[in-house]
Each structure stands twice: as C-alpha cells, then as structure tokens.
C-alpha cells in the first residue's frame, strides 16, 4: 500500500474513532445524571472506554498527520493489545455462555430456567451475596413483575405468552410447586405444595419479595447475561476483523514513514 494511501486511510479512521469517542464520553455523563442507580454503576466503564478509544485515536491520527513513526509503533503496540484482549475476551464469552438453556413445561408456552445448567462462573458471580443484592435492587426497581399483570389480563394469555427469562424465573414460582395463579402477579399460597425445591418456600406475592431469591430468578438472570454475552461476543468477533485490517494498514503507514524518514 502506498505512501499516501495508508497515511489517508489511518488520518480518516482515528478522525471518526474520536468522533465516537466524544459520542461514548457524552453518553457515559448522560447516564451519571441519570436517577437510575443500575444504570450509574456502568457511568465508570463506559467514560473510561471512551476517553481510551480518544486517546489512541488521538496517537494514531497524529502519527499519520506527521509520519512519526515512534507515534505510528505506540499506536500499533496499543492496538495488538486491544486486539489480544478482544481475542481472549470472546473466547471467554464463548466458553462462560456454552451452558445454560430453557426447559419447557406442558400448559405454559415460556420456558423455565434452573441454575445448576449454567457454567461456574455464573453460579460464582451469582450466588455471591453482594452481587446478588445489587442485582436484585435493580430487578426491583424495573418493576417487570408489576407490568406483567398489566401486559396479561387472564391466566390464560400469561401461560400463552412468551415471557422473559427474567420474568418467568423472578416474577412467578416455578410450575412444579404448583400454586394455582389467580393473575398474572399474584398466586394462591394457600395450596400446600408438595415440591422439594427451595424456591416454592422463599416466593411471596408481595412485590419486592416475589421470587427475587429464588434459584430460578438467578437462573433468569444467567440466561439474559448469556443473551447478551453471546451478542457481545458476535459483535467483538467483527471488531477484531475490522481492527485487523486497521492494524494492516497502520503497519503500512509505519513503514512508510520509515521509508520516508530515512530518504529525508
């Protein structure tokens, strides 16, 4: 690739990749002064990952502009790195997600969910009392077991509709404690269940108690983690084609600026 192509191409890439890194930063202050405390816990991550995207952007860019080739190496060694990580972190993604999926049940069409399918990392991450306390907190406050009895009028068009993972193992008990639903959010506990699991114990219909402790509400929780990991890590394999071909050109640059260095 030549001279002024590669230096070209590198100057417009860095250019957008700033624009979005500004984008990224705004984004992450918009939601520092969001009410949501979920949504404030991600404020950090996210700034820091744009001002990061900026600052090497900002590296490349300038060597590019000048075709320092000291400024052209630091940006490829920082990009090799994000691409490492990137690598190391989809093929995680991939492993961590591998396990886990719905079970189906006769007279409901939702699936349901148990946590013991689900890799050791997810029964690591949720089963530690501190994360768990957090996430529930938030599962709280989303109120998605409250707007199910608004979504579904009867119990008919609940065991009809295609519930959430979230929904089905956090708002509801599990089909084989086998308390009669009166709605959509509330459950008749008189019936006495003869079911050994845990969980038909620790539902209550009260609404910020319902099955938010239950096994079968982290294993909702696990499912829509493994949702997203999956789509992260489909979205991170494009990443990593796209850098790569980045990297390529950078390399050219580099060593077009070298070549132009030594004729100089």
Not at 169 to 198: I, L, Q, W
Request: charged share 15%; glycine share 6%.
């Amino acid at each position: 690739m030549g001279m002024g192509t590669s230096t070209f191409v590198i100057r417009w890439i860095n250019l957008l990749t700033m624009l979005l890194a500004v984008a990224v930063v705004i984004f992450g202050v918009w939601m520092s002064t969001h009410n949501d405390g979920c949504r404030r816990s991600l404020t950090f991550p996210v700034i820091a990952l744009g001002g990061f995207i900026f600052l090497i952007s900002i590296i490349g860019f300038l060597g590019a502009c000048k075709r320092s080739v000291a400024l052209l190496w630091i940006y490829l060694v920082v990009l090799l790195i994000v691409l490492i990580a990137i690598l190391v972190f989809t093929v995680l993604a991939f492993i961590v997600t591998n396990n886990g999926s719905g079970h189906t049940n006769p007279g409901i069409k939702y699936k349901e969910y148990k946590l013991n399918d689900y890799s050791s990392w997810f029964l690591k991450e949720l089963n530690n009392t501190d994360n768990w306390k957090r996430l529930k907190s938030c599962l709280v406050k989303s109120e998605q077991c409250k707007k199910l009895s608004k979504k579904y009028k009867t119990v008919k068009q609940l065991k009809s509709a295609e519930l959430s993972p979230i929904e089905a193992g956090c708002c509801r008990p599990p089909s084989e404690c086998g308390y009669p639903a009166v709605n959509a959010s509330y459950y008749d506990m008189s019936f006495h269940s003869t079911s050994s699991n845990k969980d038909c114990k620790l539902y209550k219909n009260m609404r910020t108690i319902k099955c938010y402790n239950c096994d079968s509400c982290k294993a909702g929780v696990a499912q829509y983690m493994k949702t997203e990991w999956r789509l992260v890590a489909i979205f991170n394999v494009i990443l990593f084609v796209v850098l790569s071909m980045v990297y390529f050109v950078g390399c050219c640059a580099r060593r077009n600026a070298a070549n132009y260095r030594s004729k100089a």
